[in-house]
């Protein structure tokens, strides 16, 4: 303890002196044997069906490189035969045959790969873009207006034309896909990010914490981010069943992958004038791409729930 | 027909008629007649003829058809269009000089009757007096004479007024046409005040000598010039509608505001839904032909809807995917297993136009491809040694050899005087024999054995520096799976019967125009273009492929050859030049013929098989499609130029579906007939 | 308040401006072959096509255009149609196709609201019930299955087994909407319920709600005094926006049931390169969703009083 007499004779600037920021001081208070994501960890291994989900898509994953190294035929030397056209799944076609008699065995495993990297690049993409340009939006009232012109400006011209646009001047190929699917995509997850910044901005805690000089980055990353990390990591799970879903649509009207490429999307488009005669071209794909979606809706929801902090008591 | 299945169709029928607010039965007798398939002059009696459809089933009052959603009409100005989708509405309201017959033969329309001069070069034509103008109510109008075709041609030759459509045929065929059409381009806006007076001021070889006659002066002798009268830019056109309208609008009418003289009228249209046409009660032909009370064209987006459509009834005809055929053909028990109906074919004669000039994708010329498709034998090899059965099959599965292709020139164009069909005397100077259903026509000469001719093309272009494989570049619409399908299989019939150390299929893709994207870019080494005919002559076949002529279309813009020849060809290129240009001699001579039809045609085979001997383009296809259907096709116009094969007249239907044998009998009796 | 409405709209009125600006070059960097269709392509010479763009003004420099452009725009002139109904004016294009879109897309708004806020709200209070399960299975089937293959097995279903029409038909408004609209509701319902739920149990976490249940509100008072309309906070600003967007139409629905909507309206024009519909379709897909955007922010302002949007002087 400092006795009076300590101070006795000294000024006020020896007294007393501003101290400089300390990111570990800071964490002191309330300092408990907490960890953040290692709750988010626990609390997502208690729900059973999101962990059976989990396996469920690693599996798929898995399986869809065994599936190609197992299968009888391979995807680059397929060849087109009149003959065995539309068999239903056997033993020599465990998928059977498309309407060219190719096997679909590796051709639905093959496309798997692909649209799996697709919607998985394009949702982490969409989500980093989003939640930065998102938190600095709804964060510095400044800049709001100039996010709000350019999100106007990207989302009053309707995606369509820039797809047309991109496919006509710069081509299709899977990059090309990815860069304008996120292009088009993330001022979505920025602007959900905006408005939830907008309801924790203003919040007592966020108000001492400026008093106290916390800089702007450490706000936005220790007092806000934290909120929104629930509605991030949905609004990223959602992302990926909607990318494919999206990927088909422009399959559909000829803006989507190229030939070298067959995405779900594109089989899904295809096979869709045959299905009512032969269903199981239809479900094979299908069924993977809600077995994908089904996970990380499923995933995304137990997820979002662990990473509520207020779920962690 | 399957018991389950017809009550199911009647009451579906039934509540469409509800729901249509028409209950017509009375009128049942009078109009839903058919006409015999030999009504050669067009004129007979629909409806005191009428015989019961062959099939025993009463015929259809009522017509549901459809259109694929990317053909929807665009404009309703006959004069003004250029779109065969928008022709095919609007033949049903306008009607021309003539039209034609199931075989594909001019008839008359408006005009009665028509001669012409010793060499062909001036034509009259006597129009009926009972021809009515009357807007979309059905209310009568106007009188048409032959001032409205005068009207209607100075429409045409006008730029300012029509801004260029429809001016190639005028122009190449009448005399002082051109020179009209240069002087309206040359006024630019006064071109507007402009009327037929100026333009038959100016010589333009057409008169009207009293109101019934009108005579058309060729510039040169023309023995064709009655399907050139059929075509539309000389319809009519009303003086009164132009005034009342204006230049604009009456460009732009759309079927509330025009005048019609044929057959139908809109009843009701809904872009990419709907049309439906109800009779035309004024029309001059009501007498003789039989209509529908309606019909109804519904848009459709997908294949898959419309064989559902149709399995509700909601269609009478329905065209048949791959895989819906396959389905039916595999299951016995089908409902629609014996009625799947083989159709005629579409009017296009399918051509692999080769590129002699390509370029790669940076610009560069790809003189590998270049000098190895100047070298003869080389194309050889694609006419005597490409099996295409298989990419035939993806159009018609059931008989794939029906859509080969073995001519330059649209079977059925025209007929001699002996009535002998064009390409038949082709097929007689190449040796060609008869369909059997089991080979491909051209490949049988050898078994479809080229390795002596790939032995010859592989020796003579390691000569000259070409390495091998060749690699042939073939363009299709991006992410469209039918496409996508048909290259793999080109991909594998070439891989089969060239060998993967000769020749190699790579297959490309464009986003939204073949034209735009691939062939103004010369980027292909081969593309499948159809040329649908402008009027029925070989010349407007062959003459696309000529050397020097400006107006050759595929010379200049598919095979680019008058692009090489123009620049100075390549020494590999001389013997191909060469060969275009005894082809091109050939042609002009035929052309010259004008006063012996039968010497003409003659001339023309000669050129045509000159140029099939040396492949100088690959005829690939014919559409002949599979449909399940309640109309015969046969009784349908079928004419291969002019806009008059979608007018629903005199069509024979049936309520009961046609099966697969009464069509090959129709068939069969349509050829007797076509031959007689 | 006033001002700031007045601000934000007049800057909004110079963002649609420049959406449109930026739409119009776009279209215009394109070759001019787009203009024709392909038959005209093939039978056109070339001094027909040039003829043909000097006749729609196309050949002039670009400023000039859009100098031309601007002042028809002033003049509220949207021009002409040039391929999708050749000579008609854009206005009347548009309008046919609006109402039919705005009836079928009204009817799916409100089934969908009404149908998703009692699934998500019923789902929140029963969490982890069979509701909930039942519920989740909904949003999560729905939303899994991809558009083409859900609406080719409605049309399957409805057609084969209830025997509805296939497709719309003008003479059968009401039974042959029934499909679309199905189809319609059924994806926004899921995605409605979906982020209802979320947002009901993230607010059911809150330390106010603990305070309620000490002080003895019984559970339906606190799901409907509280959670309720804390949870519609976030949900109400994408009410307006999604209702003014029905307008635009659905493209895959559309096509799918060959309704003569908005819907296919604007890919059509792109892929005939109608300048005036796209430009027009743009100005007007903008402005609906500027709006929908700001009516978003001002209910979202009604219902939260803590929230404010307009710049104040103090905070950063």
Known sequence: MAKASDFAGKKDDELFYVVEYSPEEAERIGYSNYSYWGSVLRNFLKNKIAVFFLILFLILVVFSFIALAIGKYDYATLVPDTAPAFTTPNSEFWFGTDNLGRDYWCQVWYATQISIRLA??????????????GLIWGYVRKLDRLFTEIYNLLDSVPYIIYMTLIALMVGQSFTIMAVSMIFIGWFQTARRVRNMVFMYRDREYNLASRCLGTPLWRVLTKN?????VSVIILQTALNIPYTINMESTLSYLGLGLGIETPSLGLLLAKVRTFFLDYPYLLIFPASIVSIISVSFYIMGNAFSDAADPRNHV | MNANFEPHAISRRTFLKGAGAVGAAGLLAACGGSNSTSSASGATSGAASAPAASNGGAPLTEIYSYESNVRELEKWNVLYSQNASDFNVLTNCVDGLLSSDC?????????????????????????????????????????????????????????????ASNTSMPTTTLLGAQEYYDYTVEQGDAAANLTYQDMLDHGVGIEAPDDYTLVFTCKNPCPYFDTVAGYVCFYPASEDLINELGIEGFRAATYAEMYYCGPYLIEEFVQSNTKSFVPNPNWYGADDHSRFERVVVTMLTDVVTGYQLYQNRELDEIE?????????????????????????????????HFNYQRFN??????????KAIANTAFRQCFMKGLDLTRYFARTNPINPLKCENDYYTMRGVCYNTQGVEYTSLVGKKMGYGAYDGETMIRLRDNGGDIADLKKQAMDELSAIGVTFPVHCWNYILSSNATQQDSAAVLKQAFSDCFGDDFIVLDTGEYVSSLTQEVINAQRESYASSGWGADFGDPINFLGQ?????ANAYYSWNYSNIAKVYEAGPADWQADLIDIYKQFEQKVHDADAIVDDIDAR??????????????????PALYE????????????????????????????????????????????????????? | MLKYTVKRLLQSLITILIAVTVVFLLMRMLPTDYYFTEDQLMKFTPEQKQAALEAAGLLDPMGKQLVRFYGQLLHLDFGTSRRIQSGLSVVRVIGDRMGVSLRLGAIAFCISWFCGIIIGVAQAAFKGKFIDWLGTVYTVLVNAVPALVMYSLVLVIGSNVFGMPTLYSTRNVGPSSVLPVICLSMASTASYALWMRRYMVDELTRDYIKLAKVKGLSYSQIMFRHVLRNALVPMVQFMPQSLLLTISGSLLMERFFSVPGMGPLLTDAIQRYDTSVVQTLVMFYAALSIVGIFLGDLLMMVVDPRITIAEKGGNR
């Open chain 1, 120 to 133: 998985l690049i394009v949702a982490v993409g969409e989500c980093v873009v989003g939640v930065i340009f």
């Open chain 1, 224 to 228: 806000i981010l934290p909120y929104l």
């Open chain 2, 103 to 163: 075989y594909g033969k001019p008839v008359a329309a408006i005009a009665e009757s028509w001669e012409h001069n010793e060499d062909s070069s001036v034509w009259t034509f006597h129009l009926r007096d009972d021809v009515d103008w009357c807007d979309v109510n059905g209310e009568v109008k106007g009188h048409i004479t032959a001032k409205d075709f005068l009207v209607g041609t100075e429409w045409v030759l006008n730029q300012y007024k029509n801004e």
């Open chain 2, 320 to 352: 048949l995917t791959e895989s819906t055929v396959t389905q039916i053909q595999n299951d016995p028990s089908n409902e629609y297993n014996d009625q799947m109906c083989e159709r005629q074919p579409k009017k296009y004669s399918y051509q692999f």
């Open chain 2, 361 to 370: 994708d940076d610009g560069t010329p790809d003189d590998n491809w270049n």
């Open chain 2, 545 to 549: 492929e000529t050397l020097t002529d």
């Open chain 2, 601 to 618: 045609y003659d001339a023309f085979a000669d050129a045509e098989a000159y140029m099939l001997q040396n492949a100088l383009t690959m």
């Open chain 2, 624 to 676: 002949v499609m599979l449909a399940l259907t309640h109309i015969n096709d046969y009784t349908k116009i079928n004419a291969m130029y002019g806009i008059c094969n979608y007018k629903y007249v005199d069509w024979q239907t049936s309520e009961e579906a046609y099966t697969t044998e009464q069509y090959q009998e129709f068939e069969a009796a349509y050829e007797a007939a076509a031959k007689a």
